[in-house]
């Protein structure tokens, strides 16, 4: 199974940024799409933003849209999520994820359309 770790979370006030890392220890990284999802407490984990495997193809929650960017470097086995413009109802378990099949075409946004999760980094919004 395919381990990662995410880093990067914090606290921040409203309209700050954040960085958030995930490290992969996936062989053929290059060829799996990744997610980021986040989960506030007591409410179901939700999708925020995909990128394919070569980092061409990007999608997006609406409700980060315009504020987030996903990117990836395959040289370091490493997914990104830039997050600008932060707002408190951000706040929640960032995770990251890698899509059970090799190769898609399509970025998927469904958390059962992806093989293993990290352990979750933490970013709380302040007013």
């Known amino acids: 199974q395919v381990q990662l770790v995410e880093s990067g979370g914090g606290l921040v006030q409203a309209g700050g940024s954040l960085r958030l890392s995930c490290a992969a220890s996936?062989?053929?990284?290059?060829?799996?799409?990744m997610g980021w999802f986040r989960q506030a407490p007591g409410k179901e984990r939700e999708f925020v933003a995909g990128v394919s495997g070569s980092g061409g193809s990007t999608y997006y929650a609406d409700s980060v849209k315009g504020r987030f960017t996903i990117s990836r470097d395959n040289a370091k086995n490493t997914v990104y999520l830039q997050m600008n413009s932060l707002k408190p109802e951000d706040t929640a378990v960032y995770y990251c994820a890698v899509d059970r099949v090799p190769l898609g075409t399509v970025v998927p946004t469904r958390p059962s359309l992806f093989a293993s999760w990290g352990q979750g980094t933490q970013v709380t919004v302040s007013s």
């Open positions: 996936v062989r053929t990284f290059s060829v799996y799409a």
